[in-house]
């Protein structure tokens, strides 16, 4: 079964969800499966989760992704 549950937004992101509750479950999506990366990564400790929902000017919701920066920065603050 394959659903399309987003859509292209005006202000120009691609995937655009109708409402918090589409988006949350797209989103938890994308976390399992970078949860089963961060395991192979660290052997079980699952990197801090910075993705998030949030609705852009348009009334859409999106999904931010975490940046290569922001996780070296992570990872930097414990490894002190
Ligand atoms: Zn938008």
């Known amino acids: 079964m394959k659903t399309v549950d ?4 005006e ?4 995937r655009g969800f109708l409402d918090r509750r589409a988006a949350g479950k797209a989103l ?3 976390q399992a ?7 192979r990564m660290d052997g079980g ?3 801090l989760r910075e993705n998030r929902a949030y609705e852009c ?8 992704k975490q ?4 996780y070296e920065e ?4 414990h490894a002190a």
């Open 6 to 9: 987003f859509r292209p937004c």
């Open 11 to 14: 202000c120009g992101i691609k």
């Open 28 to 30: 938890g999506r994308a």
């Open 33 to 39: 499966k970078r949860d089963r990366q961060a395991q």
């Open 45 to 47: 400790h699952p990197i």
């Open 57 to 64: 000017d348009y009334g859409m919701w999106h999904l931010t």
């Open 67 to 70: 940046s290569r920066r922001a």
């Open 74 to 77: 992570h990872a930097a603050r």
